[in-house]
């Protein structure tokens, strides 16, 4: 009898634990997640990206990029959109991000529009990922089902930005290290990269690359060195994309094919290793590139996120509750 009872209590705890554990661990839900809760949430969301992406292309890149920038941190908690505090340094002056990172203002409108409709209730982390989608899509890109329910860090780690997060002047096994220790596989890491299709980046990202290398289409080098000589300008920008810089189509491809990617992780993608394949059937068939896309953002929109009891919902993305 008294073993029966030990039993019993054993079972208690087990099944205890397990429900303790399951508040922290639940898997993300499909895009009804705020249907009863917050019903207008994703529709307010993508109006204020319609408007900014129409206000300025280039900000559609620019959002699609701070949800990249902070899934690949510790997870997608929305800790990239967090200022400096006493108590610790934020991801923003992480080298990756320093004087390039944008659009926290088109987060900070979004945000006050959802917290009015229903306070409390929606995440940065959401936000982040929805925006992600709207922003590609205005752009000309397929949208995905983005799975929603994660909540925010309260916390930021401005190392971790610094470790995590890949180098324009990685090499093609770097590049994919880099993915692999995220979960990714190189299919998956070229499908991503393609990112690139819009966006800028700043001279002194890929100025080694114009006056070093030589696996440069050597007209498309001359015209970058105008706006990004071999000293100074360091902020100037140029496309990443220098086909077709706002348009969410398969001509980064094309431009790695005829040398022209702008930054030297770019041009890995295609320098004679095994993703030159890929990059190739990208080039000729721009469906098979939004469909990888979509489902490669799919599974980083499921890194490490915030579920349950964890964490919190932030009234303002940039501070902590």
């Given at each position: 009898?008294?073993?029966?009872?030990?039993?019993?209590?054993?079972?208690?705890?087990?099944?205890?634990?397990?429900?303790?554990?399951?508040?922290?661990?639940?898997?993300?839900?499909?895009?009804?997640?705020?249907?009863?809760?917050?019903?207008?949430?994703?529709?307010?969301?993508?109006?204020?990206?319609?408007?900014?992406?129409?206000?300025?292309?280039?900000?559609?890149?620019?959002?699609?990029?701070?949800?990249?920038?902070?899934?690949?941190?510790?997870?997608?908690?929305?800790?990239?959109?967090?200022?400096?505090?006493?108590?610790?340094?934020?991801?923003?002056?992480?080298?990756?991000?320093?004087?390039?990172?944008?659009?926290?203002?088109?987060?900070?409108?979004?945000?006050?529009?959802?917290?009015?409709?229903?306070?409390?209730?929606?995440?940065?982390?959401?936000?982040?990922?929805?925006?992600?989608?709207?922003?590609?899509?205005?752009?000309?890109?397929?949208?995905?089902?983005?799975?929603?329910?994660?909540?925010?860090?309260?916390?930021?780690?401005?190392?971790?930005?610094?470790?995590?997060?890949?180098?324009?002047?990685?090499?093609?096994?770097?590049?994919?290290?880099?993915?692999?220790?995220?979960?990714?596989?190189?299919?998956?890491?070229?499908?991503?990269?393609?990112?690139?299709?819009?966006?800028?980046?700043r001279c002194v990202t890929f100025r080694?690359?114009?006056?070093?290398?030589?696996?440069?289409?050597?007209?498309?080098?001359?015209?970058?060195?105008?706006?990004?000589?071999?000293?100074?300008?360091?902020?100037?920008?140029?496309?990443?994309?220098?086909?077709?810089?706002?348009?969410?189509?398969?001509?980064?491809?094309?431009?790695?094919?005829?040398?022209?990617?702008?930054?030297?992780?770019?041009?890995?993608?295609?320098?004679?290793?095994?993703?030159?394949?890929?990059?190739?059937?990208?080039?000729?068939?721009?469906?098979?590139?939004?469909?990888?896309?979509?489902?490669?953002?799919?599974?980083?929109?499921?890194?490490?996120?915030?579920?349950?009891?964890?964490?919190?919902?932030?009234?303002?993305?940039?501070?902590?509750?």
């Amino acid at each position: 009898m008294a073993s029966w009872t030990a039993l019993k209590i054993c079972f208690l705890l087990f099944v205890c634990v397990i429900m303790s554990g399951s508040a922290s661990t639940q898997q993300l839900s499909g895009q009804d997640y705020y249907a009863r809760r917050c019903p207008k949430a994703l529709e307010t969301i993508t109006a204020v990206v319609k408007s900014a992406v129409a206000s300025e292309a280039r900000m559609g890149a620019s959002l699609l990029r701070l949800h990249f920038h902070d899934c690949f941190v510790n997870g997608c908690d929305a800790s990239v959109l967090l200022d400096d505090t006493a108590n610790f340094t934020g991801e923003k002056t992480a080298f990756p991000n320093a004087n390039s990172l944008r659009g926290f203002d088109v987060i900070d409108t979004i945000k006050s529009k959802v917290e009015k409709l229903c306070p409390g209730i929606v995440s940065c982390a959401d936000i982040l990922a929805v925006v992600a989608r709207d922003s590609v899509v205005e752009l000309g890109g397929w949208g995905w089902q983005v799975q929603l329910g994660r909540r925010d860090s309260t916390t930021a780690s401005l190392s971790a930005a610094n470790t995590n997060l890949p180098a324009p002047t990685l090499n093609l096994s770097g590049l994919i290290t880099s993915f692999s220790n995220k979960g990714f596989t190189a299919q998956e890491m070229v499908a991503l990269s393609g990112s690139h299709t819009i966006g800028q980046a700043r001279c002194v990202t890929f100025r080694a690359r114009l006056y070093n290398e030589n696996d440069i289409s050597s007209s498309f080098a001359t015209s970058l060195k105008v706006s990004c000589p071999s000293s100074g300008g360091n902020n100037n920008l140029s496309s990443l994309d220098v086909t077709s810089p706002t348009s969410f189509d398969n001509a980064y491809f094309s431009n790695l094919v005829n040398q022209k990617g702008l930054l030297h992780s770019d041009q890995q993608l295609f320098s004679g290793g095994s993703t030159n394949a890929q990059v190739t059937a990208y080039s000729k068939n721009v469906g098979w590139f939004r469909n990888d896309f979509a489902k490669a953002m799919v599974k980083m929109g499921g890194l490490s996120p915030l579920t349950g009891s964890s964490g919190q919902i932030r009234t303002n993305c940039r501070r902590i509750n």
